[in-house]
T-cell receptor, first 111, second 112 residues
């Protein structure tokens, strides 16, 4: 069964710092990997989708990488802002479009 | 992209009662998914709902507790039956259309 782990569980940084969130998964037979953000009491907002044939995707200050063979993905956030404070979820997409989620990294960016 | 709406957005229910959650998608999709997010935890897949066939449940979830309907390609319902406080969670529906997963805003359920 696919297991997804996210490290760290929580992270607090001052505004302006660059930071990296880590995601690892046990079964490399994935179709895609997707990063989401979740604000308190809200649903999920898609940030980046990386298809299994891709190595990375970029959107604005966000860059996500994927190394299928080692079962790892990272989400890089440049020049963090207080508005980036949220929980970041990594999900791998397996057969039958099932999503397997990590437990999330709770990010706090201090002004 | 896909736009997903859910009703109700939140509810407070008594133990032993049932609640039906509705999910509407703005486009036709083959599969819809229902997830549960217990307090402080990540999302767990409950079942996959296909139009015209019975839902497929994940380990630990059964049809008697979480009956699902899928009457057409844009709509699904999840019922949480005979509720107990342990069912207090956020319930989310989602679709995947090749451009990634899209999730509804969730239904926050509190069982007293």
């Amino acid at each position: 069964k696919q297991e997804v782990t996210q490290i760290p569980a929580a992270l607090s940084v001052p505004e302006g710092e660059n930071l990296v969130l880590n995601c690892s998964f046990t079964d490399s037979a994935i179709y895609n990997l997707q990063w989401f953000r979740q604000d308190p009491g809200k649903g999920l907002t898609s940030l980046l989708l990386i298809q299994s044939s891709q190595r990375e995707q970029t959107s604005g200050r966000l860059n996500a990488s994927l190394d299928k063979s080692s079962g790892r993905s990272t989400l890089y956030i440049a020049a963090s802002q207080p508005g980036d404070s949220a929980t970041y979820l990594c999900a791998v997409i397996g057969a039958f479009n099932k999503f397997y989620f990590g437990s999330g990294t709770k990010l706090n960016v201090k002004p | 992209s896909a736009v997903i709406s859910q009703k109700p957005s939140r509810d407070i229910c008594q133990r032993g009662t049932s609640l039906t959650i509705q999910c509407q998608v703005d486009s036709q999709v083959t599969m819809m998914f229902w997830y549960r997010q217990q307090p402080g935890q990540s999302l767990t897949l409950i079942a996959t709902a296909n139009q015209g066939s019975e839902a497929t449940y994940e380990s630990g979830f059964v049809i008697d507790k979480f009956p699902i309907s899928r009457p057409n390609l844009t709509f699904s319902t999840l019922t949480v039956s005979n509720m107990s406080p342990e069912d207090s969670s956020i319930y989310l529906c989602s679709v995947e259309n090749g451009a990634g997963g899209f999730f509804g805003p969730g239904t926050r359920l509190t069982v007293l």
